[in-house]
């Protein structure tokens, strides 16, 4: 393989003594190809001029339309429009790893509703999540063991997609930041099936 991976950190390798690769292994994101990367940013450039060229939506009102916010996992198989037949200006879309309900999306929350209006929440967790399967432990002490640092944050693993929901909407009416909590509902979106169910605080 040639090529080097700019731009990226490279985690030291363990496992001359015979201990396990490097913890990241466990996220499926081992170096490994690490060195067939290219960057793709000029093809994305390239694909927002023919978008330009066809921009129609020069009118769109920055308040959503629907007045909703969704707070959603990052995973690059789940198109939040699509799945949920929004169209562009109709609601907010809050995304991270997991979807995890922390301090920063507590922010964009308020912000949605107070300055923008938002009154509703959907949450979208998602099956085969990658932090479903991270060692956050591990991780967390790799990181502090290479870095010298100990993160604030934490990885916000879980073992159930459906408990994460649940605890994602607890966070949120237990906020003393979030103006409107009359309609905040969680989801599990089914990545082979395409489908929404619906978790139930109170069934856990
Ligand atoms: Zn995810």
């Given amino acids: 393989m040639t090529g080097r991976a700019r731009g990226r950190v490279r985690w030291p390798r363990k496992g001359r003594d015979g201990r396990a690769g490097g913890r990241f292994s466990s996220m499926g994101s081992e170096d490994s190809t690490v060195d067939d990367f290219r960057p793709h940013t000029d093809r994305l450039i390239e694909s927002n001029g023919a978008y330009a060229e066809l921009f129609h939506n020069s009118d ?103 408990d994460d929901v649940r605890q994602s909407i607890r966070r949120l009416q237990l906020s003393p930041f979030i103006p409107h909590k009359d309609h905040i509902r969680g989801f599990v979106y089914d990545v082979v099936t395409g489908r929404l169910q619906e978790v139930e605080l109170a069934s856990s």
Avoid at 69 to 98: P, W
């Fill in 60 to 162: 769109l009102q920055v308040r959503p339309t629907l007045q909703i916010a969704v707070v959603a996992c990052m995973d690059s198989r789940m198109d939040i429009f699509q799945i949920l037949g929004l169209q562009h200006g109709q609601a907010h879309v809050i995304r991270n790893a997991g979807g995890v309900i922390t301090d920063d999306v507590v922010r964009s929350v308020f912000l949605s509703q107070r300055a923008m209006g938002t009154r509703e929440v959907v949450l979208l967790h998602h099956t085969n999540c990658g932090l479903e399967k991270l060692d956050a432990m591990g991780l967390r002490r790799e990181l502090e063991e290479t870095t010298g640092v100990r993160p604030a944050w934490t990885f916000e693993s879980f073992e159930s997609p459906y």
